[in-house]
């Protein structure tokens, strides 16, 4: 486990900034999970739902606060046009994608738009959660203060190099795109600086599940003892 924790001064029962009256000591504590592009995050809270612990996914929430019917995929469709929908009333990602990643304001627009609906979507999932402690998985936890929701961040933890290999492995994206993702997301030794813990997903997948376990068993005594500081 020690290897995986980086020690801080800091009490793992502390409030979010959901406040007392929005996160009743009766809901379970909140841990952030983050990593970059290929760091094979998703697998880890994978890992943790094996332990029947709920997983709550920004990535579906952003996802969903933009399905057809909702007001912001009218919005978006007002803003950028047709060019951005799908014959189906669905959004096209991969044309908006293309729009925002070479235009700042329009990103910015789009993040305005779309970031409190997101928020607003998790904070209720969150609420909703049935176990001792849940997983909020966010690729972008700390760049959109997704983090105040929580009471400790787990980062999964690789390698630049391996992250480009990984991803290009799963998605087909040439390097040069995926260094743009990169390049776009925080830096990774300012994550490193920031997680409560860190998990070094560069080793052997055949010892993750054992590594999670310690994680997982270092949560539960957390939630069974708050009044206890990491040291």
Same mark, same amino acid.
């Given at each position: 486990?020690?290897?995986?924790?980086? +020690?801080?001064? +800091?009490?793992?029962?502390?409030?979010?900034?959901?406040?007392?009256?929005? /996160? &009743?000591?009766?809901?379970?504590?909140? #841990?952030? %999970?983050?990593?970059?592009?290929?760091?094979?995050?998703?697998?880890?809270?994978?890992? $943790?739902?094996?332990?029947?612990?709920?997983?709550?996914?920004?990535?579906?929430?952003?996802?969903? #606060? #933009?399905?057809?019917?909702?007001?912001? %995929? !009218?919005?978006?469709?007002?803003?950028?046009?047709?060019?951005?929908?799908?014959?189906?009333?669905?959004?096209?990602?991969?044309?908006?994608?293309?729009?925002?990643?070479?235009?700042?304001?329009?990103?910015?627009?789009?993040?305005?738009?779309?970031? &409190?609906?997101? @928020?607003?979507?998790?904070?209720? =999932? %969150? =609420?909703?959660?049935?176990? &001792?402690?849940?997983?909020?998985?966010? &690729?972008?936890? $700390?760049?959109?203060?997704? /983090?105040?929701?929580? =009471?400790?961040?787990?980062?999964?933890?690789?390698? #630049?190099? %391996? +992250?480009? !290999?990984?991803?290009?492995?799963?998605?087909?994206?040439? !390097?040069?795109? *995926?260094?743009?993702?990169?390049?776009? =997301?925080?830096? @990774?030794?300012?994550?490193?600086?920031?997680?409560?813990?860190?998990?070094?997903?560069?080793?052997?997948?055949?010892?993750?599940?054992?590594?999670?376990?310690?994680?997982?068993?270092?949560?539960?005594?957390?939630?069974?003892?708050?009044?206890?500081? *990491?040291?």
């Amino acid at each position: 486990m020690a290897a995986d924790q980086k +020690q801080i001064d +800091q009490s793992f029962s502390q409030k979010s900034s959901l406040g007392a009256s929005q /996160h &009743p000591t009766s809901e379970p504590i909140i #841990v952030g %999970l983050t990593g970059g592009i290929g760091s094979g995050k998703s697998t880890v809270a994978a890992a $943790f739902r094996q332990l029947g612990i709920v997983s709550v996914d920004a990535d579906q929430a952003a996802r969903a #606060v #933009v399905e057809p019917g909702m007001p912001a %995929l !009218t919005a978006i469709a007002e803003h950028f046009g047709e060019a951005v929908m799908l014959p189906d009333g669905g959004l096209n990602r991969a044309a908006l994608r293309e729009i925002i990643f070479s235009n700042p304001a329009e990103k910015q627009w789009l993040e305005s738009l779309l970031h &409190p609906l997101i @928020r607003e979507w998790i904070v209720a =999932q %969150l =609420q909703a959660a049935k176990s &001792p402690y849940v997983i909020l998985e966010s &690729p972008l936890l $700390f760049e959109t203060d997704q /983090h105040l929701l929580t =009471q400790a961040t787990l980062l999964v933890d690789v390698p #630049v190099p %391996l +992250q480009i !290999t990984r991803a290009a492995a799963r998605d087909g994206q040439s !390097t040069a795109q *995926i260094e743009s993702i990169i390049a776009a =997301q925080m830096p @990774r030794e300012e994550k490193r600086s920031r997680a409560t813990y860190i998990l070094d997903n560069s080793l052997p997948l055949a010892t993750l599940d054992a590594r999670v376990l310690a994680l997982h068993n270092e949560f539960m005594r957390r939630v069974n003892r708050p009044q206890e500081s *990491i040291r």
